[in-house]
């Protein structure tokens, strides 16, 4: 028989996973309609301080990081990668924050949570 806690835990990591390949599915649907370098970029900005997240006391400062290493990633690979004059570059970035910004998000408080276990 599981406990609640487990039960819960159980429904909390289904809906974390779910959220995270709804998120994948996200940042293909950007790469295929606006631009991979932008993906790409904002992933590679915001990937590091997602995975350093667990570290942090408190919740709200990695996940505000997160989400502008994120944005500066996209907008700068979309400018420097892109195609497109300059401010349909700058918007494809920051259309792609949207895409994979909150994908990085989860991946840090799901790190943060499960340090806290």
Known sequence: M??????????????????????????????????????????????????LAPRARRLRTPLI?????????????????GHGTTAMRLLTGLIATLAAGPWLVVVGFLRWVRARD
């Open 2 to 51: 599981t406990s609640p806690n487990n039960s819960a835990r159980n429904v909390f990591t289904y809906r974390a996973y779910r959220a995270l390949a709804l998120g994948t599915f996200a940042m293909v649907g950007a790469a295929w309609l606006l631009s991979v370098p932008a993906v790409l970029g904002a992933l590679a900005g915001g990937i590091v301080p997602a995975a």
């Open 65 to 81: 990081v997160t989400l502008l290493t994120a944005a500066v990633g996209a907008v700068a690979a979309a400018l420097w990668f």
